[in-house]
């Protein structure tokens, strides 16, 4: 079976990579390109550990082509953080507790910051709305949701 040679941009660098007509992005950036921050809780889309964004839309990358990729511009948790710090979200995560286990933490964060990148001041019902398709089984939703909204209101410089 022939290979599809892709080129792409995945967290500001020019990548590409060979891949399967069948192989889907989660399985390239973590199998080929060593970007093992998404998780597979489902392969079906259902649970969002694997969010990433794909031109500034969040997409599940269990459902996403690796070949569908070609000159796409894609944001993975790797590229949330800047090299000397967290990013804020990530810090309000850590400091409202709100992981455990730690499969869905990059979906809920890469999640969190597409949310507000589109919208800097949500409500709370607006923020849980946005991470609907983001399931958690350890912590439960309440200081996911704590640490989104701190998160906000310290990036307005609220």
């Keep these: 079976m022939a290979k599809h040679h892709v080129t792409t941009t995945i967290n500001g660098d020019r990548t590409e990579f060979l891949c ?3 192989q889907t992005l989660l399985d390239v950036l973590r199998d080929e390109l060593g970007l093992t921050g998404s998780k597979e809780g489902c392969a079906s889309g259902d649970c969002g550990a694997c969010s990433v964004t794909m031109n500034g839309t969040l997409v599940c990358s269990c459902l996403v082509l690796a070949a569908e990729a070609q000159d796409a ?3 993975t ?5 800047s090299a000397e710090e967290l990013h804020p ?3 309000h995560f850590l400091q409202e507790a709100a992981l455990q286990c730690g499969i869905c933490t990059p979906g809920f964060i890469v999640a969190t910051k597409a ?3 589109h919208n800097p001041d949500p409500t709370e019902t607006e923020a849980r709305y946005w991470l609907a398709g983001n399931l958690c089984r350890c912590t439960g939703y309440d200081k996911i ?3 989104v909204m701190n998160a906000a209101a310290e990036m307005r410089g609220a």
Aim: hydrophobic share 45%; aromatic share 4%; glycine share 4%.
């Design 77 to 81: 948790i790797e590229g949330v953080a």
């Design 89 to 91: 979200i990530q810090r």
């Design 20 to 22: 399967d007509t069948e």
């Design 145 to 147: 949701i704590k640490a």
């Design 115 to 117: 949310l507000l990148e």
């Design 73 to 75: 511009k894609f944001e």
